[in-house]
Every structure is written in C-alpha cells, then in structure tokens.
C-alpha cells in the first residue's frame, strides 16, 4: 500500500492522492485493481485526470476488464482436463454382444471396437448401460485371469443359489442372478482424454454374466463430448 501510495503521489497533486488512497483502503477490489496499476503508472501510460474513475471501471486504461469472460472457458490442470466450449458431440450405439458362460469377463476392446469414433474426443464422457437384469458391469483388474475367477467365487459365496427363494420360474441361478446384477450395478460412467477411457492401468471394463445360459447380452453405450478442432483423431 505504502509503495502505491508514494508511486502515485509522485505523479498527482495532494488532493488527488488523498482521494485516490481514500478509495483503495476502503475497498478490497480497488487494492487489488491498484496492484495492478503500479507497472502502468511506472510507465506513464495511466498519467491522465481521470485516474480515479479509471480505478473505479476496472482499469480499463490498462485494458483490465473487472468482468471474467465465461466463453469458451478452457482450464487444464496436470492431466485432467475441464471444458465448457460449446462444441459438444453425442453419439450412442448399442452393441449386442456373443454369449457368455457364467462368471466375470474384460470387454475393454468390444466396447472400443463398438465406438470407434471415440478417437475423436479430445475430452468426454462415456456412459455404458447393460440392458437386462442378470448381467452386470464394472470396472475391476484387467491383468490377472485370477481375479475375475475370484469374483465369481466370492459373489457366489456372497449370493448362494438354493430353494429359499420365491422366484425359482428359471432355475436356482435366476434369482441369485438377480441380486448380484443389483449388487454389481447395470452401468458405468468413464471420462474420455485424448481419444481414450481414462482408465488407471490396472482398470478393465468387466461383463458379468450372472445366468448358467444368459444369451447374448447388449450394452447401449453412449458418449457425451468435445471433438478435436482440427478434425484429426487421437492415435
């Protein structure tokens, strides 16, 4: 305060200065906004009467809006990446996939050969829904074939089949098939960078066939994003 104070005494007549302090010590923006004048008054650029009205307009006279622009608001941050642009692209398919036996299987690939378009989107949402009710999905292990057997084995011993339930139309599988489908949840949201899922390394999409003979399952997937301006896709 005391170095804008003397930077701007140097240049105006007393009562100007007195004015001028006046209104910064009594406004926090105007401290700020006066922060900002000392490389412009340093320079000559600000030497002018209405100094004072300029402080109060948001400086204008160092071409400082006080207003934020909000269009086509871009902000990066490491790796994660936020967009508001207007350009947003939706796109969604549903993919019937080949039977499965039963138990927990990585479909990563399926869904990106579903979605090929999806190296276009410099960043993105994808949302993936199983359209019945003794399938699941999830995201789990992508690299040991122990750990979906593993799953299996726990959700079986979590869920066990038998003839306590009411709902035995099907078999002694449908009704456990049922609860785990609730359990593991019908859909998954994945954000999408740079023409990819965001998956951590070890991350897999995962198919949970929930039924002894479950049939073909489908996924309807859909993609809510921003495209690359330069029309290119991501390698």
């Not at 002018?48 to 400082?64: A, E, M, R, T, Y």
Request: hydrophobic residues 35%; contains cysteine; proline residues 5%.
């Amino acid at each position: 305060m005391a170095c804008v104070a003397a930077t701007i005494g140097a240049m105006l007549p007393s009562s100007a200065v007195s004015l001028t302090i006046s209104r910064i010590q009594n406004s926090a923006s105007a401290v700020t906004q006066a922060t900002l004048l000392v490389p412009c008054i340093q320079s000559r650029r600000l030497f002018k009467p209405n100094l004072v009205q300029d402080l109060q307009q948001g400086v204008k006279s160092c071409g400082i809006s006080s207003r934020p622009s909000h269009r086509n608001v871009t902000c990066e941050a490491g790796t994660e990446t936020v967009s508001s642009s207007p350009g947003t692209v939706w796109v969604q398919r549903t993919v019937e996939l080949p039977p499965f036996k039963r138990g927990c299987h990585i479909i990563t690939k399926q869904i990106y050969n579903a979605v090929p378009e999806i190296n276009q989107f410099r960043v993105g949402i994808a949302h993936l829904f199983v359209l019945h009710t003794s399938a699941s999905l999830t995201i789990n292990e992508n690299a040991s074939s122990d750990v979906p057997l593993d799953m299996e084995d726990a959700l079986n011993r979590i869920v066990p089949e038998g003839n306590h339930y009411r709902h035995l139309d099907e078999g002694y599988d449908d009704m456990p098939a049922h609860v785990k489908a609730s359990m593991m949840g019908s859909s998954l949201t994945i954000p999408i960078t740079g023409g990819r899922f965001k998956l951590g390394i070890w991350q897999g999409i995962w198919l949970n066939e929930h039924r002894n003979y479950g049939g073909s399952r489908s996924i309807c997937i859909t993609i809510q994003g921003e495209k690359r301006a330069d029309g290119r896709v991501y390698k």
